[in-house]
């Protein structure tokens, strides 16, 4: 089982409509998680982080985190072809930092 | 900006050669990782330093693959000698780490593209 788990997608979503893109982990001492997104040949870049249970707000995008079910999710409303890229989850564990593989997001027009 | 820095943006060489990469982290920032990016293996980790000490380097070739930090502003990467499978993008990133885990963002550098004929 890998520590940081993403559907590599690609997920096709229509251009307005809400993408949700989900992360399992492993490492239950993991206290901080981090979505990036990649654009490509590009570095990935931060779009939102997350410490405590719930969901996080910022924009279009939300982040959720639920520690006892180990998974973190992002979702992008109102979608935009500008999102199309590949999201990258990171898991900020106890000396161990894991990258998901990335979900590949395509918003059609 | 502040900004990870690293050098060359592309390197062409030759199997066989000898390949250094470098990354100046961003001031302050004590945590600095290697990483290679392919299309078929996304984001792998290769080295992890805190504090310049090598924390993992367990996703490294050890017996081509070296990575030091000789000093708190440069990180380096090493191959010898170099295959054609290790072409790929090498990023570098830098943080900042309090009580042993990641609670502020990574910041990344453009990456070292390198092709191996």
């Known amino acids: 089982q890998k520590e940081v788990e993403q559907n590599s997608g690609p997920l096709s979503v229509p251009e307005g409509a809400i993408a949700s893109l989900n992360c399992t982990y492993s490492?239950?001492?993991?206290?901080?998680f981090f979505w990036y997104r990649q654009y490509s040949g590009k570095s990935p870049e931060l779009i939102m982080f997350?410490?405590?249970?719930g969901d996080k707000e910022d924009g279009r995008f939300t982040a959720q985190l639920n520690k006892a079910s180990q998974y973190v999710s992002l979702l992008i409303r109102d979608s935009q072809p500008s999102d199309s890229a590949t999201y990258l989850c990171?898991?900020?564990?106890?000396?161990?930092?894991?990258f998901g593989t990335g979900t590949k997001l395509q918003v059609i027009p | 900006d502040a900004r990870v820095t690293q050098t060359p943006r592309h390197k062409v060489t030759e199997m066989g050669q000898e390949v250094t990469m470098r990354c100046q982290p961003i001031?302050?920032?004590?945590?600095v990782f290697w990483y290679r990016q392919t299309m078929m293996q996304g984001l792998e980790l290769l080295a992890y330093?805190?504090?310049?000490?090598?924390?993992?380097d367990s996703g490294m070739p050890k017996d081509r693959f070296s990575a030091e930090m000789p000093d708190a502003t440069l990180a380096t990467l090493k191959i010898q000698p170099s295959e054609p499978r290790d072409s790929a993008v090498y990023f570098c990133?830098?943080?900042?780490?309090?009580?042993?885990?990641?609670?502020?963002?990574?910041?990344f550098g453009s990456g070292t593209q390198l092709s191996v004929l």
């Open positions: 990133a830098s943080g900042r780490e309090k009580t042993g885990t990641l609670n502020e963002k990574l910041f």
């Open positions: 490492d239950r001492g993991s206290q901080s």
């Open positions: 997350i410490y405590s249970n």
């Open positions: 990171l898991s900020g564990g106890y000396q161990k930092v894991t």
């Open positions: 001031l302050g920032h004590n945590t």
């Open positions: 330093f805190r504090n310049r000490a090598p924390l993992d």
